[in-house]
């Protein structure tokens, strides 16, 4: 498919002005079948993507299947400790190897035929295949016995995969994320516990085109102080200096996008959290919300880190995974009620955002609004994501 007679040439034009002339994506590309599937096809070849929190496979034997971006994988601890990630289909009948997490596994067992895959992807035993009880595997021919993998590699707590043909290797696209945030110890982080000492996932599906979180979530300043009532009633808010400079920071680095800002800025802002500040050496000066393209988006202040994975499901559904990493030791269910004041902040806000973000996608059903415009003072991270976009787009010359 190309992008050609998914966006006119005036269109693309628009996309690429100067951000005080520019337009955003038409109408169309937050609602039709057909952009939604190229979006998806051009961003899984050309990227690595976010695709669960490591800490949920705390143990070998730990597996989970996940549909990213379309593409059906799953993921595994294996007998090395090493997180493995394989497209989710046995090549015998097709069925997924994994349809629902399991814990401590010894082996994966298909449910359709009875293959069954050890921690490594590679096929054990293929029960009654060549005709008589006991194991047929030597009768399965070499090509079709091992499963396919996918790269896969960890950083800030989450599980990257890669599919494409296309993607840089994992150090270059991660490269940029870790520099930006070099004042914070990334290598002691865990994934927050809840009172029964279970990791504290929280899933939700929003009726909004993936785009619209990915700006409202790490992107989007100005809403700030309308959505918002923690926002609206701080006196810190907007993000302008008394002479009508900024107090923040745009990031445009790699693949990475967003905003940065002084701690010391948003004291009256924010609730004290009492926990261990993340700093490597020293409490972080600056706090961040970015957008690690194409499907994660963090926010990072001085005590901790709050990914959210976006998985885009349809033009008018996107289901999100998020969890918060803490100092390792603050990681506990013993530290699960000094978290609460961080946790309500984020819920909150999450419930804010959700229903203005589902009310855009209703009226993107109006053919008044067909392109939007930019705030050049405020709305820099969102064209950058959206040319970003764009470049993925149009990689292939096709438009």
């Known amino acids: 498919m190309g992008t050609a007679h998914l966006l006119t040439q005036a269109e693309t034009e628009a996309i690429r002005r100067p951000i ?13 079948a057909d952009f939604f599937a190229l979006e998806q096809e051009c961003i899984v070849e050309r990227n690595w993507l976010a695709a669960c929190f490591a800490d949920e496979l705390a143990h070998v034997g730990d597996a989970m299947p996940i549909d990213v971006c379309g593409l059906p994988i ?12 394989f497209h989710n289909v046995c090549a015998y009948d097709g069925c997924p190897v994994v349809t629902a997490p399991v814990k401590q596994a010894a082996d994966l067992r298909v449910a359709y035929h009875g293959w069954r895959y050890d921690l490594e992807g590679r096929l054990i035993d293929a029960p009654y295949w060549a005709g008589p009880p006991g194991n047929g595997l030597p009768a399965v021919p070499m090509q079709h016995r091992d499963l396919k993998g996918i790269a896969c590699d960890v950083s800030l707590g989450v599980v990257f995969v890669s599919a494409g043909s296309r993607s840089p290797d994992f150090s270059s696209y991660i490269g940029s994320f870790e520099e930006l945030l070099h004042e914070f110890d990334l290598d002691d982080l865990g994934t ?32 700030e102080s309308f959505t918002h009532a923690m926002y609206a009633a701080s006196p810190e808010i ?18 990475v996008f967003g905003f940065s800002y002084a701690e010391s800025d948003v004291t009256a802002t924010y609730p004290p959290i009492d926990l ?32 959210v994975i976006q998985f885009p499901e349809a033009p008018d559904r996107t289901r999100v995974r998020g969890a918060t990493l803490v100092r390792k030791q603050a990681a506990t269910s013993d530290y699960a009620p000094r978290r609460r ?19 855009i996608q209703r009226s993107r059903r109006s053919p008044a609004r067909d392109r939007g415009f930019y705030a050049p003072f405020w709305d820099e991270p969102q064209y950058l994501f959206a040319n970003r976009i764009l470049d993925d787009l149009l990689a292939d010359g096709t438009a």
């Open 20 to 32: 005080g002339e520019a337009r955003t994506f038409p109408r169309r590309a937050f609602t039709a």
């Open 74 to 85: 799953f993921v595994v601890k294996g007998s090395d400790g090493r997180i493995r990630a």
């Open 192 to 223: 927050a516990t809840d009172e029964s000492g279970q990791i504290d996932v929280f899933e939700s599906v929003l009726a909004t085109n993936w785009k619209t979180f990915a700006d409202n979530d790490c992107l989007n300043i100005l809403h």
């Open 238 to 255: 907007p993000r302008v200096g008394p002479d009508g400079t900024p107090k923040f920071e745009v990031v445009s680095t790699g693949n």
């Open 276 to 307: 261990p500040h993340i700093g490597r050496n020293s409490r972080p000066e600056r706090g961040f919300f970015l957008q690690s393209y194409p499907n994660l988006s963090v926010a990072v202040m001085d005590t901790l880190i709050a990914p």
């Open 341 to 359: 004041a961080a946790d309500e902040l984020f819920a909150q806000a999450a419930e804010e955002d959700a229903a203005v973000m589902e009310a």
